[in-house]
């Protein structure tokens, strides 16, 4: 069983920065692909970045240029780091991290509001 654990929402001002955390614990084998998601209140969760090792990674139209993901698989730890934030980026993040099997495993949520 992999376990993972979020961190770094909050609230931020438009253009402010936030950098969510997420780092897996328990038995872990091989990692594969990492990501984000989100979901905001009355809409449809989205791939927010997701990375399938190296330069393979993958950003939603609205946050390229704004979001960086990047990965520590020593540390077992996914990273999102978010710049130029919009109130339309205010959503629960979720970690993706998909190991072993591969299975995906998800993280518990962890909220953004951007507002001024």
């Known amino acids: 069983q992999v376990r993972l654990v979020e961190s770094g929402g909050g609230l931020v001002k438009p253009g402010g920065s936030l950098r969510l955390s997420c780092t897996a614990s328990?038995?872990?084998?091989?990692?594969?692909?990492v990501g984000w998601s989100r979901q905001a209140p009355g809409r449809q969760r989205e791939l927010v970045a997701r990375?399938?090792?190296?330069?393979?990674?993958y950003y939603a139209d609205s946050v390229k240029g704004r979001f960086t993901i990047s990965r520590d698989d020593v540390a077992h730890t996914v990273y999102l780091q978010m710049n130029s934030l919009e109130p339309e980026d205010t959503a629960v993040y979720y970690c993706?991290?998909?190991?072993?099997?591969?299975?995906?495993?998800w993280g518990q949520g962890t909220q953004v509001t951007v507002s001024s």
């Open positions: 990375n399938n090792g190296g330069d393979n990674t």
């Open positions: 993706l991290y998909q190991a072993n099997g591969p299975y995906d495993y």
């Open positions: 328990g038995e872990i084998r091989s990692v594969y692909a």
